[in-house]
Every structure is written in C-alpha cells, then in structure tokens.
C-alpha cells in the first residue's frame, strides 16, 4: 500500500513558481509530522520543511526560508509545498515523508533528520532553469 504520493514535479524558470503536492493515507496524515526532502544529483538528501498537521506549525531550512511555504488540507490528507522564486540550486527530488503514527508525532522545531521518518513517496523532480 502507498501511504504518500507527490505529484507537482517539473522544470521552471529561476524566479517562477511550482507547488508540490503530497496526498497521504489517513493514519499518516492525521496529527502527525509530515516533511518534504529533498536530493539533488551527488550530494544527501536534505531536509527541507516539515508541518504538523495536527496544529500546523512548521519548520524550514534557512535555504528555503522566505521562498518556500509549506501547507496543508486536512479534507485532503494533503501536504503542499509552494516554491516562490526557485533557484537553479533547488534542482532536486523531492520527497515527502511521514512519521510512525504510532510514535511521537510532533515535529522538531528545529531540525530534521530522516531517520525519524517512517513512510516515504517515490519522489516528484523539480528542474530549475537560469
């Protein structure tokens, strides 16, 4: 069973904008941590932006910082990540990621790290062009 799906992926201009879309299953989705990742060619995956969806804090790199809104729609299990003004350096593939409903699902206020993550998507590439 697929418990996250991205979609929204695709090649933009620098200085566009593009939204992610993460659909999750229900027991991941509900009051729990849920992030974007994200792995360019050669280097690790990073951590990008998380949100609990429970009360909807959220948490973002300082690369994205005043860029990239993460968001959700509790009616559609979805998690969103809008990208304002995309640089060529945010050329990736993004993943959405979930927490162990059955653990601690609040998200850190100052990190993250894939090992607190339990379910993964397959992953949407976003192309940023100069």
């Known amino acids: 069973q697929v418990e996250l799906v991205e979609s929204g992926g695709g090649s933009v201009q620098a200085g566009s904008s593009l939204r992610l879309s993460c659909r999750a299953s229900r027991p991941y989705y509900n009051s729990n941590c849920v992030a974007w990742f994200r792995q360019a060619p050669g280097k690790e995956r990073e951590g990008v932006a998380s949100i609990y969806t429970g009360g909807g804090a959220t948490y973002y790199t300082d690369s994205v910082k005043g860029r990239f809104t993460i968001s959700r729609d509790n009616s559609k299990y979805t998690v969103y990540l809008q990208m304002d003004s995309p640089e060529p350096e945010d050329t990736a593939m993004y993943y959405c990621?979930?927490?162990?409903?059955?653990?601690?699902?609040?998200?850190?206020?100052?990190?993250?790290?894939?090992?607190?993550?339990?379910?993964w998507g397959r992953g949407t590439q976003v192309t940023v062009s100069s």
């Open positions: 990621a979930a927490k162990a409903p059955y653990g601690i699902p609040l998200c850190s206020p100052s990190s993250l790290t894939q090992s607190d993550f339990e379910a």
